[in-house]
C-alpha cells in the first residue's frame, strides 16, 4: 500500500476512533477522491510480501494478503519461459504475478467469461505492463467448444443465466506446450480437464503441475464426484497432494489440490532414448 492509504487504515483502526463510524463515514467521499486520483496509474501491492502488482483504485480495498498457501506453492515453481493457463482468472492477481515471473520469453493465457471482470482483468495487465507475456481471453474452458450456460452474480442476492463462448484446452493449445494450469471455475474442475484430454495425456506437451481449486459443493451441477476427479488426474499420470504435500485421496470439502505430473522409470527411459519427431 502507499503511505496515504497506510496513513488512513492507521487513523481507521485507531482505537480512540473505535466507536467514531460517523466521522468515518462523513471522511470517506474526500478519501474515494483521494485514491482514485492518485490510483488513476493503480495502486501499490506487494501480494504475500513477495510480488509487487499494481491494482485498480476500485479494488483499494484489496489487502496483500491472497490465498498465502497457494500462492508461494505456485510463484515458487514458475519458471522463466513457463507457459501457463489461468483458468477462471478473475481480475488477474496470479496472471500479473505469473507473467512477471515467466519473464519475456514466457506466456500466461488467462480464460475468464464474465465480461465484466474481463474488463478489469485487462485493466491490470495493462496497469502492469505484463502485455506482451498475458493474455486474457474471454470465453469458459470447457469440456467442448461452442456456447455454454454461464451463471453470473449480480448481486449478493440475485444470479443471472447467460450463454458464454466455451474453448477446450485441447483446441486452445492444439500443438504448444502447457507447463502449469491454474484452475478455478466453481465446481466445473472435471469439465476443464475433459476439455484437455489430448493434451494431459501428451508425455511431451503436459503440464507439470495443475492447482485446482476445488468446490465439491458445486459438483452435483456437472455431475462431479471425488472418485471421478481423482481418476482422471491418475489416468493421466498425476499425483494429487493438498499444498501441505500430503497425499490427496478424497476430496469432501472446498479447497485446493496441487496435480504433479509423474513419469515411470520405463517411460523416463523411453524417453531419453527416443527423438522427438514431429
Sequence with gaps: MNFIEKACVTIRHSPRLATAGWLWNAARPLYDSVI???GCRGL????NGADHILIDAKYRGLGEVYEPDVWRHLMSNVKPGDVIADVGAHIGLYTVALAKRVGPHGRVVAFEPDKKT??????HIQLNQVA??????GAAVA????????????????RIALERTAVRLDSFFKRGQLD??????????????????????DRFRAPRLIYLEVHPYN????????ESLLRRLHDANYEVETPGGEPCRNICRYGEVIAHRTISEAKRKALNAEPWVE
Excluded: H, Y
Excluded at 118 to 123: G, I, K
Design 36 to 38: 482514485n486520483t492518485i
Design 44 to 47: 501499490p501491492r506487494v501480494m
Design 118 to 123: 474481463l474488463s478489469d482483468l485487462r485493466r
Design 132 to 137: 506482451t507475456v498475458a493474455e486474457a481471453v
Design 143 to 158: 469440456a467442448c467448444d461452442g456456447q455454454i450456460g454461464f451463471t453470473c452474480d449480480q448481486d449478493t442476492q440475485n
Design 180 to 201: 502449469i494450469l491454474k484452475v478455478d471455475v466453481e465446481g466445473f474442475e472435471e469439465d476443464v480437464l475433459k476439455g484437455g484430454e489430448e493434451l494431459l495425456s
Design 219 to 226: 459438483w452435483v451441477l456437472c455431475g462431479t464426484t471425488s
